[in-house]
């Protein structure tokens, strides 16, 4: 290995760890120069206190996780590191004296009844493998063995496979079966004998134990429930602002109405949050991809993006989302300003909200103000081009569907008889386009 390369590795990757890039390329450098270290230290004697590897690799990533989970890495990159690496060795080191190598001491032991059984089968065993295998084109044990016996019996004119047998001397590695070996010299009913199951006994009551404490905390600690929302949020959504376009680019936003608005739902007629969740689980029975609704339009349901509940205003922004999405909006403003343009926002408006008529008939009771008004109300500053009213018109005036049945984007209509197709939503977007170009959204 180049030792400039394993240098240079070395550097990159501490370099990328404190300023960004190390989980893309700066760890291959850093692993280049440890596979260095490896190669060129004089290291004796490394295993001497046991193979710790894979200790170290099973052990590295729950430890890792638990001092994450206890915030750990707050206390600086040193901390961290340093607890982590030794706490994996000191439980690596564990892991090889009391499980691993206990373990592997009786990789070859079979429990007698057991050895009986393969005893008694073993002639059977030998003639079946005898008459499938061809030596030839095989590498298993008892082609090696039938290889061997064909051998010995040309050059010394007798089989002393047999003759092994005969005397008792036969091992099983040479009939194709792994050899018997456990504890030599040991009896079978002596304490030593008994004290390797120590470690194996151990460790299966400890996962029976932290089984045990997890199904009980489950049973003892329900998830935590999301919280319902206030009343006095409510008042988040209400316009107390002008819009920061004219009317004809951006319609006044629907009030915050509905039986899923905290303080109106169960009052003006609207039902109540609980009837109205109990009306939707409801109609929302046996539903899969998409809902059925009147005339063969169909909507997609909750499993994308809770769609059909935003549909009917039942999914509402939450503060951080309002938030999140000022923060955005406001950056292409930013953005847009320095490069003396007007930052424009135009929503693209699904089926639901203008062919809402086309909803089923059981969620009529249930239709609130959607999240496009209430995101318009609570962020009234930017400039919203809001093409639902030219949508809207365009359907009254033309037979001809605005939306597919099944597509729930919107679409062009199709061909008038005139020959010419009519584009609603980007006539309206392009009429606020020039009639917004001079002036710029309030601060």
Known sequence: MDS????????????????????IIGQYGFLYFLMYLAI???????????????????????????????????????????????????????????IEKPAMSQKNYLPGWMDKLIEHFRPAYEAVARRIVTPALSSTRIATVMEAEASSAQAEGGDQVSEKKATGQFKESESGLRDISFDEGVPTGSWKHRLHYVPLAILLAGACAATTVGVWYKATHPAPQVAAAPAAQASSFARTTPQSLPEVCAPTPRADVGPWTPGVAGTAGYLPTDAAQASFEKG????????????????????FNANFSQALGRVRPTADQVSAWDRYMSGIETAANAQGATALFLPAPATWDV???????WADPLTGTTSLDLMRSALPTHAWVDVREGLREAR????????????PHWSPTPRTSRGTRRYPAWARSTRSSRICRPCRPQA
């Open 4 to 23: 400039r390369l394993a240098w240079g590795g070395l550097i990159f990757g501490v370099l990328s760890y404190a300023s960004g890039g190390w989980n």
């Open 396 to 407: 009254a005036g033309s037979e001809a569907p605005l939306y597919s049945t099944v597509n």
């Open 40 to 98: 060129r230290l004089p290291l004796q004697n490394w295993e001497k206190h046991g193979d710790l590897s894979y200790g170290i690799y099973i052990y590295a990533w729950p430890i890792m996780a638990f001092a994450a989970y206890f915030h750990l890495q707050d206390r600086g990159w040193l901390a961290y590191h340093l607890t982590v690496v030794v706490t994996v060795h000191i439980l690596a080191y564990l892991s090889w004296h009391l």
């Open 284 to 303: 929302m029975t046996g539903v899969t991809t998409y809902v059925e609704g009147r005339d063969g339009y169909l909507f997609l349901s909750d499993v």
């Open 355 to 361: 062919y809402s008529d086309k909803l089923p008939q």
